[in-house]
């Protein structure tokens, strides 16, 4: 879980099997909680076999979360939720997400495969 104000830099990274517990049941890999300030930037990276409720892979939660998510050249594969099989970006006040060179493959979800 990143808080707060997150400023960073995930690069050649590995997120596989990660799952979330009972406590927190958003974002396999990634959870951006209400309230924070980002600028994070992924790239050259693997996003495999995540589970979460909200989001397999990455979750942003709503209302002030606030700045810019980059993603580029990162596989997103076999990630499975309820919202959002890989990505759910549950955020109206985010300033700039960027997707680019990435691949999606396999994610599931009851709503929002990608």
Known sequence: ???????????????VNNEVNESCTLGGALFVPT????NIVIKDSLFKD???NNG???????????????I???VFE???ATYGGA????STTINNVNINDCTFKNNTA???GA
């Open 1 to 15: 879980m990143c808080y707060g104000v997150v400023d960073a830099l995930f690069e050649n990274c590995n997120f």
């Open 56 to 70: 397999g892979a990455i979750y942003l939660q709503p209302t002030s979360t606030k700045g810019n998510l980059t």
């Open 72 to 74: 580029n050249n990162t």
């Open 110 to 112: 009851t709503s929002g």
């Open 35 to 38: 309230g924070s300030t980002i």
């Open 50 to 52: 995540n589970r979460g």
């Open 78 to 80: 076999n990630n499975k």
């Open 87 to 90: 990505i759910d970006i549950y």
